[in-house]
């Protein structure tokens, strides 16, 4: 299924690479919601341009002539039935994958944040990871984490009042793309007189609506034929994420080091240290933050999941993102890193400790193991903590960068 990003469905970079060590003893899986109708604001804004369009008595392209009796009939914001088989094939997936990791004191600790879709998505997952162990495992939703400025949150990225945002930069990428498909239409559509910014916004319909019908929306092939539209639209939500929560964005990966700092917590089993987005109730209470389970979920949104993978040093670029004369070769894709259903999973490969001598002759304590991280399946070669060949870093050199 061909259809143009920020808004595509999971697919695996890679099959799971089948290494000695693959299926670790300890999980930490971060994942986007599943496929989803567009949210409210998204969806008037679509259908503003629609309507805009309709307004036409006569268009000079044939091709245009389905605008006319055009009807939306997407929803908002919730999940599709695509997302929802999505997280309920995920729970499945998660379980065949680690089942040797639980017993009856162990299941997996689930968390999400507050959003419907997020929480439809973590609940979907549950209920499908209890059926594939025939109920002897039944892990529940544990924590549902509050959006906004007043809570602290390390499933969202709303909380730096001060970080900036990727208007710009978007706004410069349209003005490249979207210009001459907006003369396309403005010239077939006589006296409408389309921005790049409504453009854009007829332009999602064909993801949208090819994930709502589970085939590739007639939509798309009118773009395709008639507009030179679908790479520039992947590319606009290239910059969105970079200089959104990404890289690009001064305040970005800072709003992803309260979940590092908690993923830290969890492979050394150790109290958070953090002063940033962390929830210091929830953290200090075993039953909230508990730190012996073998896999924890965490449900969140693709702009968080840009934030953290920025501020682990995931998919860095030798120099920010062009947003004029974007590079073909850049690794930087939405696509790639936060598709809906997408996820980024940390495998402890060993989970023992041990104490030595340390300054002074204080006893200190040395975790033991490796770390590896996989986005979408596909193993992640780490330089910062000196990965080996297969993509592997020591616990301690993981932790240390």
């Known amino acids: 299924m061909s259809v143009p990003q920020p808004v595509t469905p999971i697919l695996p970079l890679t ?22 109708f567009p949210t409210s604001g998204a969806a008037t804004k679509i259908q503003a341009a629609l309507a805009k369009l ?16 055009f009807t939306f009939n997407l929803g908002t914001d919730n999940l599709v039935k695509f997302g929802t088989d999505q997280s309920f094939d995920a729970g499945q997936e998660a379980f065949i994958c680690y089942s040797k990791l639980f017993d009856g004191n162990n299941i997996p600790f689930v968390r999400s944040d507050v959003s419907a879709h997020v929480v439809a998505s973590a609940n979907n997952w549950t209920a499908r990871f209890a059926f594939a162990s025939q109920n002897v495992f039944q892990p529940h939703l544990a924590v ?8 602290n949150d390390t499933l969202d990225y709303s909380q730096c009042p001060d970080a900036g945002d990727s208007t710009e930069e978007v706004s410069a990428w349209e003005a490249v793309y979207a210009t001459p498909n907006a003369k396309r239409l403005n010239t077939a559509a006589p006296g409408v007189n389309l921005t790049t910014t409504e453009v854009f916004n007829l332009i999602s319909l064909c993801p949208f609506d090819t994930i709502f019908n589970f085939k590739k929306s007639p ?26 929560t990404g890289y690009g964005q001064p305040l970005g990966p800072v709003q992803g080091v309260g979940y590092i700092n908690k993923l830290f917590s969890r492979l050394t089993h150790s109290p958070v240290h953090d002063s940033t987005q962390t929830n210091r109730t929830l953290d200090s209470s075993p039953l909230t933050f508990p730190l012996t ?8 949104q693709d702009d968080e999941i840009a934030a953290i993978v920025s501020a682990m040093g995931l998919f860095r670029q030798p120099r920010p993102l062009n947003p004029t004369n974007p590079n073909p070769g850049r690794t930087w894709k939405a696509s790639t890193i936060v598709p809906f259903l997408g996820r980024v999973v940390v495998e402890r490969l060993a989970c023992t400790a041990r104490t030595g001598p ?3 002759g204080l006893r200190k304590r040395t975790v033991d193991g490796k770390v590896c991280v996989l986005v979408q399946d596909e193993v992640q070669h780490m330089e910062f903590c000196e990965a080996d060949k297969d993509g592997v870093c020591t616990l301690d050199a993981f932790v240390k960068s």
Do not use: M
Not at 17 to 28: N, P
Not at 56 to 63: I, P, Y
Not at 225 to 237: D, I, R, T
């Open 358 to 360: 340390g300054v002074l």
């Open 293 to 300: 389970r073998s896999l924890y979920a965490n449900f969140t």
């Open 54 to 69: 309709q307004t036409v008595t006569k268009f000079t392209d044939s091709r245009l002539d389905f605008v006319k009796s």
């Open 15 to 36: 099959e799971r690479e089948q290494l000695e060590w693959a299926h670790g003893c300890q999980i930490d899986q971060l994942q986007r919601h599943g496929a989803r």
């Open 144 to 151: 549902i984490l509050g959006i906004g400025a007043s809570t």
């Open 219 to 244: 939509r798309c092939t009118l773009f395709e034929q008639f507009l030179v539209a679908l790479p520039g639209f992947a590319c606009n939500g290239d910059l969105n994420k970079f200089y959104g």
